[in-house]
């Protein structure tokens, strides 16, 4: 009997089975493996034996991770503030130009996408440096006496993170004000709103989705990119993903590596559960109005 995978049905039979192996294989399975070795014991023959514990999340209420924890938070939250901050005005201002230019200038921002973020964050580095272009140039205008010392410090981490992470912000917001309806916008108007009243009342509930989503997708990996706090931030500005990193690569303790990084992806799902409640709520409050 001769199967002829030409058929539109056996084609999409070919394509389903081929996306849930490919997800089985290098998604499910390697979490699975994840989730398991969080519950396993320490080993350092081994690296993890078969002996059910709990003491790797314990372990993340010790005060020591903990201040890591808060610490990493609170740099992703002003990285997300500040993505918001730069990002609305611009993703706006798109979304306002001509629709000849629209593409251009998204061409623009997704350019720095082809170039590795790990090669960024040196070129950034080389930027901020005691040496470097931002403090030569501000010595040469007298605008200071003596170098900034940016390097190794929160701030600098900040500045990274922003400079990575930013188009991430701008994209879904363009997204979300791209597909305003003007309707609303002319009937406030001509209801007596103000530009600003009509901002705060119109247009920013109605691209309230696309905040959300470009605060997602800031805050979490902004707390998992371990490589810019090494480079810019030092041993005293670390970020989740380096306590990942270094239980894993250099302490050899893969079950804690592992219970780090599921508390992290339960922080990323009750996040994402948080968008899409606040999505179907503010779609109900529209149909209602």
């Known amino acids: 009997m001769k199967i002829n995978f030409l058929k539109p049905q056996n084609v999409k039979c070919v394509i389903i089975i081929t996306v849930i192996t490919w997800l089985s294989l290098f998604v499910l ?21 078969f002996t059910f514990t709990f003491n790797n999340y314990y372990q993340l209420i010790n005060p020591l991770y903990a201040e890591v924890v808060w610490h990493s938070l609170n740099m992703a939250i002003i990285t997300t503030i500040i993505c918001l901050l730069l990002g609305y005005p611009f993703a706006f201002i798109l979304a306002k130009l001509p629709e000849k230019i629209q593409p251009i200038m998204l061409f623009l921002l997704i350019i720095p996408f082809w170039t590795n973020s790990l090669i960024r964050i040196y070129g950034l580095k080389g930027f901020i440096g005691a040496k470097g272009l931002l403090n030569t140039l501000l010595l040469n205008l007298g605008i200071i006496e003596k170098p900034l010392r940016l390097m190794f410090t929160q701030q600098a981490v900040i500045i990274g993170l922003v400079y990575i992470l930013l188009p991430f912000m701008i994209l879904p917001l363009y997204s979300s004000i791209e597909k305003l309806d003007k309707n609303y ?6 209801l007596g709103a103000s530009r600003l009243q009509c901002f705060i009342k119109v247009i920013l509930p109605l691209t309230t989705p696309g905040i959300i989503a470009g605060c997602l997708l800031v805050i979490l990996p902004a707390m998992g990119m ?45 996040l994402l559960f948080i968008y899409f409640r606040a999505g179907k709520l503010l779609n109900k409050k529209v149909e209602l109005e």
Not at 185 to 190: F, L, N, S, T, V
Not at 255 to 260: E, I, K, L, N, Q
């Open 226 to 270: 371990f490589y810019v706090s090494d480079l810019l931030g030092g041993a005293k500005n670390l970020l989740v993903g380096n306590v990942i990193k270094d239980q894993i690569l250099r302490m050899r303790d893969w079950p804690f590596g592992s219970a780090t990084s599921i508390c992290l992806t339960l922080v990323m799902g009750i």
């Open 29 to 49: 399975f390697p979490n699975l493996m994840v989730i398991i070795m969080s519950f396993m014991t320490s080993n350092e023959e081994n690296l993890a034996s």
């Open 185 to 190: 916008i002319e009937a406030a108007r001509d």
